[in-house]
Nanobody
Framework: QVQLVESGGGLVQSGGSLTVSCVVSGFPFSWLSLNWYRQAPGKERELVASISAFGGTSNYADSVKGRFTISRDNGKKSVHLQMNNLKPEDTAVYYC?????????WGQGTQVIVSF
């Protein structure tokens, strides 16, 4: 069973930076493609960034391109989302996700609040 545990959320001022992290267990990490989603109050969960197995390819939502960077550390079985130039509209709960076959696995989420 894949388990994901996020950390690193918090309160930051507009224009600031924050990194959220996710530690993964229960599956050979290098083989996993990994995603960061976010869900703002009253909105649907949206895909923010993805990184392929072995880290060869990453993709971003248009709203975060150029500001967010996804990375992975295969030795520490972790995936990170570096967020720069944060905006109030980035306020959301951020979730780590991976998909294995028909199964979706999610962490518990970590709250990011960006103040004006």
């Amino acid at each position: 069973q894949v388990q994901l545990v996020e950390s690193g959320g918090g309160l930051v001022q507009s224009g600031g930076s924050l990194t959220v992290s996710c530690v993964v267990s229960g599956f050979p990490f290098s083989w996993l493609s990994l995603n960061w989603y976010r869900q703002a109050p009253g909105k649907e969960r949206e895909l923010v960034a993805s990184i392929s197995a072995f880290g060869g390819t990453s993709n971003y939502a248009d709203s975060v391109k150029g500001r967010f960077t996804i990375s992975r550390d295969n030795g520490k079985k972790s995936v990170h989302l570096q967020m720069n130039n944060l905006k109030p509209e980035d306020t959301a709960v951020y979730y780590c996700n991976t998909r294995q076959g028909v199964n979706d696995y999610w962490g518990q989420g970590t709250q990011v609040i960006v103040s004006f």
